[in-house]
């Protein structure tokens, strides 16, 4: 669930982290609040939507995850926006 993830990002920062593994990439993630609310989707939970013109989002059963932080494995923190404009072909259409 959303609010599991999001009890899970404070427990775990900074060390060890939070990850999401999208076709065979890591991505560390740090997310400061879950939403808790629908997105009218097909897309099963674990993958990332964009939700806005500038915000992705991980999808969960009860609603979604907005990371702050996104840090694919062996590069630099990325913002939301960001990454979004850096990783696109990650991104799922809804």
């Known amino acids: 669930s959303a609010k599991k993830i999001e009890n899970m990002g ?3 920062y900074p060390w060890p982290g939070l990850f999401l593994i999208i076709d065979t990439m890591r991505i560390k993630i740090e997310l400061p609040e879950a939403h808790m609310q ?3 989707t097909e897309l099963k939970s674990g ?3 964009q939700i806005d013109s500038n915000t992705c989002a991980i999808l969960c059963d009860d609603g979604y995850v907005v990371p702050s932080i996104f840090q694919p494995e062996g590069k630099k ?3 939301n926006s960001d990454f ?3 990783y696109r072909h990650l991104i799922k259409k809804q």
């Open 77 to 79: 923190r990325l913002s």
């Open 84 to 86: 979004l404009s850096g």
């Open 10 to 12: 404070r427990a775990y």
């Open 38 to 40: 629908r997105l009218k």
């Open 47 to 49: 993958s990332l939507v």
